[in-house]
């Protein structure tokens, strides 16, 4: 929030991975990692690795034809972000042992994160890094555009939150419960952006026949979370932004109901469900309650160009800065206007 108002003009897809990528490697590896030569050298692994994630890759379909990666290049840089990624993980487990080890002769500090506790449990390091940081702004990325494409879902929302809030510095968990416009926009944010559009990949455990069509033991499954969240049978006017459509629904991200989702089902749901959306929820709610929002004199909402970019993850065309520039007009405490 600082930041918009320090700033006539801010990048907030920019700002969105920051929070985002700061809030997991908080909780992960103890500490922000965006800052300075390290932080700018994490952040351009993570865009590489979700680039390597999110390209077509004709080995996974064609195992005859792997070898063609080696002539375009993949291979080699799937090797080099390999090193690269495992260099700075160890330079991150480390300084955790130095930590440690400090606290063992009375220095150091009592709080722990997520290395500790792998390093205490003797386990490997996980790949939750990228996913949970690049899913997570995705959201907020929609959810805000779809916003300022709506006028009136925003003025409902920024309605709720700001009687909720009262005027507090900041917004609680408590706050937050009640918010259910706020949960609503998000729900429909995720019906229409889900931020892995196809799941990761599973196998069949058995022979099994599904609407006629037989599926043998080992077969690849892939599950088009983007289709269902768009299905014409299930939702009415599927392609509409309406979060009025969850205001008085039981239907939740949560995988149990298979309508909505997002983050998967079942064991092998995503387990960063619920920071994931706290996250959103928190951040969303804070800038609707602390900025007014709008689109440039003269831009209709029509003019929104809305196309999805390629890739693991589904964000807004990086070919489109419209959606990502925002001017600060005033501050907070005047009343503001923030034009993107």
Known sequence: MDKIEQHHSVDLSDGFASLTNNII??????????????GKKFKGLLADLMWLIGIFNIGDFIPRLAWINKLTGV?????????????????????????IEEKSIGGGENSRDFVDVLLEM??????????????????IDWAMTELLRHPQAMKILQTEVRKIA?????????DLKNMHYLRAVLKETLGLHPPIPLLVPRLSSQDIKIRGYDIALGTTVITNVWTIGRGPSTWDKPDEFKPERFLNSSVDFKGQDFELIPFGAGRRGCPGTSLAMATNELVLANLVDKFDWALPEGLKA?????????????????LLPLHFRVEVVQGWEHDERVII
């Open 302 to 318: 029509e003019d929104l160009d809305m196309t999805e970019c390629t890739g693991l993850t589904n964000h807004i065309s990086l």
């Open 25 to 38: 490697c908080r909780v992960a590896l103890g500490r922000k990692y965006s800052d300075g030569k390290q």
């Open 75 to 99: 291979d080699a840089k799937a090797e080099l972000i390999t090193r690269e990624f495992d260099q700075f993980l160890n330079e991150v487990v480390e300084e955790h042992r130095r930590k």
């Open 122 to 139: 003797e386990k490997d390091k996980t790949d939750m890094l990228a996913g949970a940081t690049d899913t997570t702004y995705s959201v």
């Open 166 to 174: 009262n005027g507090k510095p900041n917004i609680t968990d408590e």
